[in-house]
């Protein structure tokens, strides 16, 4: 399964991070809440989101400013959409994010989940 292991401390706070690992680009974000990282691509015209700003918990994405709550993912412009989540296990210092396949199409939400 591919994998990114990364130190806690090399993510900063409130502001997204990019990383690669071949060829699959992943948006890292550190809050006071936690950690949490998605494919690194808006389901709404796919910009990477990681060029956007963070404000108070939503991840604006650069391209049209849909804006997107990072503790879920959700997009808030458009609840059907999210950004794809990636797994993030925590052990001591060390951040380890793991994922099956890289996205291909946009993040559409079953409208019975909403």
Not at 62 to 71: R, T, Y
Request: hydrophobic share 40%.
């Amino acid at each position: 399964m591919p994998h990114i292991d990364i130190k806690a401390d090399q993510i900063p706070i409130d502001r997204p991070l990019r990383l690669e690992h071949e060829g699959t680009a992943l948006v890292v974000v550190r809050t006071q809440e936690g950690i949490t990282a998605f494919f690194d691509r808006c389901p709404h015209a796919h910009w990477p989101v990681s060029g956007g700003d963070l404000v108070d918990g939503i991840l604006h994405c650069p391209g049209h400013g849909w804006q997107f709550d990072v503790s879920t993912g959700r997009c808030i412009d458009s609840p059907v959409y999210c950004l794809k989540p990636v797994s993030v296990l925590v052990n001591d210092e060390w951040i380890k994010l793991e994922w099956v396949t890289p996205i291909t199409e946009c993040e559409r939400v079953d409208e019975a989940t909403i």
